[in-house]
Nanobody, 120 residues
Framework: QVHLVESGGGLEQFGGSLRLSCAAS????????MGWYRQAPGKQRELVAI???????KYAESVKGRFTISRDNAKNTVYLQMNSLTPEDTAVYFC??????????????WGQGTQVTVSS
């Protein structure tokens, strides 16, 4: 069993910054891709940023230049530094990890989500 626990969400003003963290624990041999997704009210969940084990990154166009994803493989943790926040960034942010188990199997796990609210 693998658990992802997110932290760092909250209420921020327009133009402010927040840093999200997501720590994975449990039966983990290694983790391939880790990513952040978000879901605003009435909208589908969308990719925000993804990072490979080798730290190659990919971002949604809407966050390029403002958000930075990073990871610490030793801690099985992924981070999302969010700068220049706007009300359009308001959403529940979910962490995702593609985990390789000790049997060699790979499964995708999700965190419970953390609310980010940006006031204008």
């Amino acid at each position: 069993q693998v658990h992802l626990v997110e932290s760092g969400g909250g209420l921020e003003q327009f133009g402010g910054s927040l840093r999200l963290s997501c720590a994975a624990s449990g039966s983990i041999f290694s983790i391939n891709d880790m990513g952040w997704y978000r879901q605003a009210p009435g909208k589908q969940r969308e990719l925000v940023a993804i990072i490979t084990r080798g730290s190659t990154t990919k971002y949604a166009e809407s966050v390029k230049g403002r958000f930075t994803i990073s990871r610490d493989n030793a801690k099985n943790t992924v981070y999302l530094q969010m700068n220049s926040l706007t009300p359009e960034d308001t959403a529940v942010y979910f962490c995702n990890a593609l985990v390789v188990g000790y049997s060699g199997g790979r499964l995708s796990y999700w965190g419970q989500g953390t609310q980010v609210t940006v006031s204008s």
